[in-house]
Nanobody
Framework: VQLQASGGGLVQPGGSLRLSCAAS?????MGWYRQAPGKQRELVAL???????NYADSVKGRFTISRDNAKNTVFLQMNSLKPEDTAVYYC??????????WGQGTQVTVSS
């Protein structure tokens, strides 16, 4: 399974961005992690095939994760972005057998 992410870029504080990630095969959970410079990779949001979601406390109420099961695609709508959201965002997926997959990472920079 390969993950192809798109979206990201430079946005001002308070702005919005949308990330997308398409998987090439059958997957179970999909989601996003992020890694800021000098910090460990952390969970942003996950969504199951049943659309049960899990968010990091730092993004609750601002980010929304969704998915299109027919297209094996996950989306992350990011609103009210803050400078501390600046990071490389990695698409994540796991298979029904428990294998983990990672996308190539996309840079999100929130700066005025």
């Amino acid at each position: 399974v390969q993950l192809q992410a798109s979206g990201g870029g430079l946005v001002q504080p308070g702005g919005s961005l949308r990330l997308s990630c398409a998987a090439s095969g059958s997957i179970s959970r999909m989601g996003w992690y992020r890694q800021a410079p000098g910090k460990q990779r952390e969970l942003v949001a996950l969504i199951t095939r049943a659309r049960i979601t899990n968010y990091a406390d730092s993004v609750k109420g601002r980010f929304t994760i969704s998915r299109d099961n027919a297209k094996n695609t996950v989306f992350l709508q990011m609103n009210s972005l803050k400078p501390e959201d600046t990071a490389v965002y990695y698409c994540y997926a796991d298979s029904p057998s428990g294998i983990n997959y990672w996308g190539q990472g996309t840079q999100v920079t929130v700066s005025s």
